[in-house]
């Protein structure tokens, strides 16, 4: 249950939404126009929709209804594939979001399988360890789930390059060289999460997820057409609504890009309401760096005036010290990056 102020006012509400973008090319030959459009959506909301984006269409109807199908079965068939100590990849009912269990289940999934990063957040360990991904096996309907892990990898596939693609337009929005920040993601450690909200009884006590912002670079998120992320609005603070919008894909700036521009750009806090008739679907891909990247602001991007806010951090280190947090539901809050904010 969410405290009184944390929780949802659940009217629907006709405000002016986050913007949407059309990533092709074809309705304008400047490549600038774009770029702004991109910087200024970056700048202003952190969150933005595009449509002609290049993934198959085909494919965003067929990785929802993968999403059913593993989630469709029953738990007993879920918790074989469930996250535990070792694995943090696979199958999970009782995530918490800021110490509230969130009102959802969820599917990990590594995109570059297996993935290697540090074992510990100690900075003195120098141990490593595997991360590799659960699918489920010999289940009952046996086919389908072969096709929920095909569709699911070739998803992973296709959203790799728009993660590219944007990371390259992004980077020109802030007038670097457009392949900035892709020797960065050699080794991404980027999952893929399949999210399933269940109808609630008490949706105006509950969340799906409890307001957060991402830890990665960048989210691209798919989904259905039931409705329910919200995002907080830099100008008020006042939730606004992302309305599903049919073949267009929500994207959000995370922590490391605010850290890479300086706080040019800033990862924004969101959250997802839950209503009792209909359940809903979403798949995020979180693009993360690769374990050996030190997070810090760009040097072309600080200056004299324009000073450097952030400390380096090791973001393998940062991704241990997260899963450890995981599991142990510690009293402190979860590692951010404002620990490394210079003040
Ligand atoms: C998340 C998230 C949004 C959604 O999983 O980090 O913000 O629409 N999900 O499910
Ligand atoms: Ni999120």
Redesign the pocket.
């Known amino acids: 249950i969410q405290s009184i102020e944390h929780r949802a006012n659940l009217d629907t509400i006709e405000i002016e939404g986050i913007p949407l973008i059309d990533l092709s090319l074809s309705h304008t030959t400047d490549i600038n126009l774009l770029v702004s459009e991109i910087g200024n959506a970056c700048n202003n909301w952190g969150f933005f929709q595009v449509i002609n984006h290049g993934v198959p269409l085909e494919l965003l109807e067929k990785i929802k209804v993968a999403a059913k199908t593993f989630f469709d079965q029953p738990m007993e068939e879920k918790r074989k594939v469930k996250r535990d100590e070792v694995n943090p990849m696979g199958y999970y009912e009782s995530e918490h979001t800021k110490n509230v269990r969130d009102w959802k289940e969820v599917f990990d999934f590594l995109i570059k399988d297996p993935t290697f990063l540090p074992a510990s957040p100690e900075l003195e360990d120098d141990e490593m360890r595997t991360l590799s991904n659960q699918w489920p096996e010999n289940p009952p309907q046996f086919s389908l789930l072969m096709f929920a892990r095909e569709v699911c990898q070739e998803y992973a596939r296709e959203l790799e390059k728009l993660g590219y693609k944007l990371l390259e337009l992004i980077a020109l929005s802030l007038g670097l060289p457009s392949n900035r920040f892709n020797g960065y993601f050699e080794d991404q450690l980027s999952r893929m999460?399949l999210?399933h909200y269940p109808p609630c009884p008490c949706p105006e006590l509950a969340l799906?997820?409890g307001r957060?912002k991402?830890a990665g670079a960048l989210?691209i998120?798919t989904?259905d057409d039931v409705g329910?992320?919200q995002v907080k609005r830099k100008s008020d603070g006042v939730w606004v609504p992302v309305k599903p919008t049919s073949n267009a894909l929500v994207i959000n700036v995370g922590d490391i890009i605010q850290v890479w521009s300086n706080e040019a750009y800033e990862s924004v806090e969101?959250r997802?309401v839950v209503n009792s008739e209909r359940e809903r679907f979403?798949i995020?891909i979180f693009f993360f760096p690769s374990h050996y990247v030190m997070v810090k602001p760009l040097e072309e991007l600080v200056n004299e005036g324009n000073p450097p806010k952030y400390k380096p951090y090791n973001f393998g280190k940062f991704n241990a010290a997260r899963y450890r947090s995981n599991f142990k539901k510690l009293e402190v809050q979860n590692i951010q990056i404002s620990d490394f904010k210079i003040i």
Request: net charge neutral.
């Open positions: 999460r999210n799906g997820v957060h991402d989210t998120v989904q329910g992320l969101h997802v979403s995020p």
